[in-house]
């Protein structure tokens, strides 16, 4: 099997209109399944006037009202406790709990009962398959196997596919690293934030350089970065390795995946997940590519707590032409390029965090990290940015900054105020990074 270019040849190649036709049949029970089983769904269902019967075409799934985050935080808590009246099954087929990292607000819990597990595990043997990832891998996992879901699929899936899993659990960074070198492991997964820090610390604090470990592939999830070109580059560079992207989330599942084509986005696991876009100011569904929208996401056969058209926040956009890979699946281009939440106005620009972190990344001299805050003065918006120059460049500062502050002006029509500080004095993030504040926000909430 190690040969087979699809973990699921059949799915994987399927012609678009068969896709759609599944995607809507699929659609049809899982909607049917959650006006069923779930009292809260129904009340909201009922309110706008959709029953299951109504859904015979590919259009008619528009009429199913949008789930948000804060409807389901607002349920939880109360009977079935711990996870509220969303709950499609027996309490008693709950087999784990996961929940939300809460960087958007208080956590939500997240049931799953064995057979959703199963499907978790299957949607990340896709990707890890595309990946490159075959039985004769050794994988080493560094996170803290804890109450997020994180990279606890991905371990499965790396058993189901047959390759060898190596724990990295509560080992300390230096530790995993001497792990994988002593193991010689073939890959890892990680966030790009810690996956950047873990190099650092291997060249820095241990004389190690990790390009010259035998890690070969690493999957990163959690932040945008793998699908920034530059913060790509740079992981690839720092451990001479293929890294790939991927997305998912606790309430969603592992809804898409870049390939080993590295075609310049991901694909949608279309036959496990219907993606739509939505215009971020009217609603209306983006068709076509080149447009950014926020997504909708429907999970076709999750059962316990369904996802079924939630209002991600996630922007995306439909990429023009199919991968070259020959999955028939959709791409998105460039990733997810944003969340709703964090595109922001400043000085009346429209302003995507990853824009920036693409600009820093791509100079040459500077560090890996760094911070933006963003504040208002009387009405005078102000962008400060705080970079790190490393040992070497010291004495190139001033060509560092001015080339810093063309590119940025160049690439997000904005002006900063650029602080070059010492290597190491930013804070450092274990997981996912906290990178832009905007005092703005913080101050209309108060
Ligand atoms: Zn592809």
Redesign the pocket.
Known sequence: MSDQKFWNPVLETLPLEKIRQLQLKKFQNIFRWTYEHSKFHRQLYDHAGVKPEDIKSFHDIQRVPTVEKSMMRDIQGKDPFPYGDALCVPLEDVTIFRQTSGTTGQPVYQPDTWQDWEWWTECWSYILW?QGYRPADRVFIPFGYNIFVAFWAGHYAAEKIGCEVIPGGVLDTKARILKIRELRATAMMGTPTYILGMAETARMKMDVDPSQLTIGKITCAGECGASVPSTKKRLQDAWGAKVYDHAGATEIGAWSF????Q?GGM?VNEALFLVEIADMESGEIIEEPGRRGKMMITALDRQAQPCVRFDSKDVIEWAAEP?????TSR?IKGGVVGRADDITKVKGVLLAPSAIEEVVRGVDGLGDEYEVVVDRVGDTDSIQLKVEVLPEAQDQCQLIESELADQLRLKTNLRYDIEICGCETLPRYEVKAKRFKDLRKEKSEE
Do not use: V
């Open positions: 595309a870049e390939c080993e084509d075609p694909h991968c070259s890979c020959g999955r791409l």
